[in-house]
């Protein structure tokens, strides 16, 4: 994913004055990164108080990030970009992928599973694996 960033230049009698420029862009990147930053915090806390009110349940990705964008109360025109946003964090803070019953990531927050049933789970809130 790519997020582009404008910034005015900054001119002085008609040239561009870099280090004035410079730090302008430095400055509307450090603001971005912030921003970013509180929207990663408020998805990861929407998404925990999700798997809070629906413990043990797996819930699929689709429907998290819709359910997190109405905690979030994001306005239509924002829903898509903070869908992907939701979606990109629950696959961040998932196992990966499984080969032969060996998950990538076997300590993350998440699991996801596809098929009937399939979707995304708190790690935490899954019943013990029953033992053979």
Do not use: W
Not at 8 to 24: C, K, P, R, W
Not at 68 to 96: D, F, M, T, W
């Amino acid at each position: 994913m790519t997020e582009s960033l404008s910034i005015e230049l900054v001119l002085v009698d008609g040239n561009i004055d870099q280090t004035a420029s410079l730090a302008a862009f430095e400055t509307a990147l450090v603001r971005r990164a912030t921003e970013r930053e509180i929207e990663r915090t408020g998805i990861a806390e929407a998404v925990s108080e999700l798997f809070d009110e629906n413990l043990g349940k797996s819930i699929p990705m689709p429907t998290v990030a819709s359910m997190v964008c109405a905690k979030l109360n994001v306005p239509a025109e924002s829903h898509n970009v903070i869908s992907e946003r939701v979606l990109g964090y629950l696959r961040e803070n998932s196992q990966g992928k499984t080969v032969d019953g060996v998950e990538e990531r076997p300590d993350s927050l998440l699991v996801t599973t596809k098929g009937k049933g399939g979707g995304t789970s708190r790690r935490a809130d899954r019943p013990a694996p029953a033992t053979k």
